[in-house]
């Protein structure tokens, strides 16, 4: 989508040798998210999904001394059945706004010889919440996650 | 849609006596909505509207004494034609997070026998921005441009 302010997101792309179809059940089944969305040795304790415009998008995260991350839920906004998925931390389910939105992420899928072009463009609402985020380490942490989505989607073709 | 934080909504409803279709073309055309979208003597000076779910959203109003505001622009969350609209402050077009969201509008445009029921349902964060949206005159400011809306909507009839 054309957007002026593209200098406000980070993007992480990369192509996985599984298809799209499987990466999309990795994000979109509870069972599954819960295996892959959260660094090692972090862990997805919990995940939600009702997977319409408005539904709810929530995980819990846990550290390995036991700190829970139960941040409130966002919603998705788009859903492409094994393509695309648009969901923000700006509105609660059911598009109420909240206090302090964070990021809209934009994740395609898109089919290639070699399996899947993962993108995940993240969107911020300003320079500082675009830093802060890069400096959480965003790269490395959708690139740790990918590997473990990509062993989890292994686990499905097998 | 179930929502437990309902005590956050103002609600405006009321029977008018056009019917859906002419709401809907009111709500959805930049050249009728600056005809009845800000109760006069404010007045709209412009309209923008990509009808579709991130499309922009976006009106600039002007007071008698030629003061513009010219808020950011919002984006549409649902399109269902002539019958349900959702659009939301917290998102620009594109979906991109902004600072300071203040509303979600969930309209319905419900035919009846007389006519169309008109709803408003307008989503706040907090309770603060929910007395501080009444204080403004949400109730009278959302009549008053109904009325508006009715007169435009009647000369499409004629």
């Not at 179809?21 to 998210?33: D, I, K, M, N, Y």
């Not at 415009?53 to 492409?80: A, K, N, R, Y």
Request: some cysteine; glycine content about 6%; overall charge negative.
């Amino acid at each position: 989508m054309a957007d002026a302010a593209q200098d406000l997101d980070l993007v992480f792309t990369r192509v996985v040798a599984v298809p799209p179809r499987l990466v999309w059940r990795c994000w979109t089944e509870p069972a599954l998210l819960v295996r892959w969305f959260t660094p090692h040795p972090w862990k997805t304790i919990h995940a939600e999904v009702d997977l319409r415009p408005g539904g709810i998008f929530h995980t819990v995260m846990e550290s390995p001394e036991g700190q829970v991350m139960d941040e409130p839920p966002g919603c998705w906004l788009e859903v492409v059945p094994h393509s695309r998925l648009v969901w923000t931390d700006a509105l609660l389910p059911g598009f109420r706004p909240r206090p302090n939105p964070f990021v809209t992420a934009v994740l395609t899928f898109e089919e290639v010889a070699e399996g899947t072009r993962y993108t995940a463009r993240v969107m911020h609402k300003d320079d500082a919440d675009r830093e802060r985020h890069a400096a959480m380490g965003f790269e490395h942490g959708w690139g740790a996650a990918l590997d473990q989505l990509v062993g989890v989607a292994r686990g499905l073709e097998a």
